[in-house]
Structures are given as C-alpha cells and as structure tokens.
C-alpha cells in the first residue's frame, strides 16, 4: 500500500498514466494537444479510457531537445492542469524539473511532480515538496535531455541506478521529504542502450529492495523502434510488450500514450501474476 497524489493505493496492478505533452517537438505527440480545449478533450478520454493518473507536460523531455524557460512554461502547463483540474476526478502529475513550474502546477491543481532530474537541477525544488505535501517521482538520468544519449556507458547498469536511486530517496528524506510520498523510476531511454533498458526491465524486481513503487515509462521509445524496425506510430504492440513485462517484475505505475490498449494489456497480466481477476 503506497500514496501517490492524493490517492492510497493497494498496490495489487499497476497503476496506467496517460501521458499529456502540451509541446511542439514531444517525440511521439508534439503538436498534437498544443490547444487547452483539445488538452483538456484528451485528458477526458483517458480517463474514460482508464487513466488512473494524468501526467502532463510543457517541456520536451527527448535526447537531444531544448529546454523551456521556466516562465514560458508555466504559460503552457498551468492553464492546462487548472482546466483538467476542475472536469476529471483523477490525479494529476505535472512533469517538469523547475521549481517555480512545480509550485504554480500544485496551486492549478497538481499533486504529483514528475522530476527526471531526481531533485538534482533545481534546488528550490526540495522545498516546493515539502510545503505542498506533493508525490514526487524520482528519475535517473545521465546528464540531461541534450546530452543523456552521448554515449552512456554503466560500469553494471542495474547496481548503478539502483545505487543513484537509493542515494536520491535518502537525500529527500535528509531534506525532509516523507519516504512515503517518493516514487522511483529507472529511466528507460534516458541515457540508456538498448541493453540498458532491456536489461532495466529484466531486473526490475530488484528496485523493490528501495521500499518505494516502482514507476517505469516505456511507450513509443526509441528502444521499441530499433528493435521492432517501425517508427513511433507503429510501435503500440511493442509498447505493449514491455509495459506487460515491467507490470510482472514489479512495475506499481506504467505511464503510457495509449491507455485504453494498455489497461487492457494489463489486466490479464493482473489476472496471471496474482491468479485471481480484479473488477472494477
């Protein structure tokens, strides 16, 4: 049993978030939701769809992309959140690693803050937690967004980030964040090869041993394409694939683009791993 937002959850099947990029150059859906009318229309259907969460978004976050002043991002992402806000009954996440973007999220109506930086590039970030009470998620990446695929090498992938995840939940509890209210996410993609990312999968039951759930974001990524051959709207078997095989090595919250496929997926992977069906 865990808190994630503003939500106990038994931690039985994985949580699905539905992914909202409200940016022009996202990988998968840039321009797609630029709109608050249209933001708001696709957070909706998610919901319908199964969406447990909402993250959204107003700053690519793929390699090589650029990064957003922080003024012009809260510009884009917080008359969003207040407008979904107020119409889904669901959790919302915002994913950004500025404080100041955090702090007028939380005030619009978010209560998760998706951080890839783990804490790491915004120092005002520790103390817009601790006074809003915030979920945050923490997430390893090398260097940043413009750098991370420069060559990544781990000495042992899964020891290395398990240790950088470890140190990062310390140093919010340090700093006065509840263990309770910290999620970790391995990274898939960031800074990672593609034997980094599927050896992640493969052994990510051993992240259970940081007490925390386990968040893991898989869908439409590079990783599926080198793989399978198809580009990113060809990709939502392969996403499939391994969203079911992080929610059986131990995944508490998949975050996806296409939510009603993946809800579906699984649970049958929910049926399968604790023998017994979950009706909702």
């Known amino acids: 049993m865990f808190d994630i937002g503003n939500v106990t959850y038994n931690g039985t099947h994985p949580l699905v978030v539905g992914i909202l990029n409200i940016t022009h150059d996202s990988f998968y859906d840039g321009g797609r939701y630029i709109e608050k009318e249209q933001a708001v229309d696709r957070a909706l259907e998610m919901v319908d769809e199964g969406a447990d969460i909402i993250d959204i978004g107003a700053e690519s976050t793929r390699p090589g992309a650029q990064p957003v002043p922080w003024d012009e991002e809260i510009a884009r992402v917080v008359p969003v959140i207040k407008a979904v806000a107020e119409k889904v009954p669901v959790p919302i996440s915002v994913d950004t690693c500025k404080a100041q973007v955090a702090l007028r999220a939380y005030e619009a109506g978010a209560c998760i803050i998706n951080d890839i930086s783990a804490l790491r590039f915004d120092p005002d970030m520790v103390e817009v937690i601790k006074e809003t009470e915030c979920t945050v998620i923490l997430m390893h990446m090398l260097g940043n967004p413009r750098t991370m695929q420069m060559s990544p090498y781990y000495r042992n992938v899964d020891e290395d980030i398990l240790a950088f995840l470890n140190e990062r939940v ?15 996410d391995p990274g898939i993609g960031f800074g990672k090869r593609l034997e980094d990312n599927l050896e992640l999968i493969r052994r990510l039951s051993e992240f259970k041993t940081l007490g925390r759930p386990i968040a893991i974001g898989t869908s439409r990524k590079s990783f599926i394409g080198t793989i399978t051959g198809l580009p990113t709207n060809q990709r939502l078997e392969g996403s499939l694939g391994a969203a079911c095989a992080a929610a059986l090595n131990g995944a508490s919250i998949i975050r996806c683009h296409d939510v009603n496929e993946t809800k579906l997926a699984l649970q049958i992977v929910d049926a399968i791993k604790y023998n017994k069906l979950h009706r909702e």
């Not at 310390?170 to 970790?184: D, L, Q, W």
Request: glycine share 14%; aromatic share 6%; net charge positive.
């Open 170 to 184: 310390t140093f919010a509890v340090e700093h006065g964040i509840s263990k309770g209210k910290s999620v970790v």
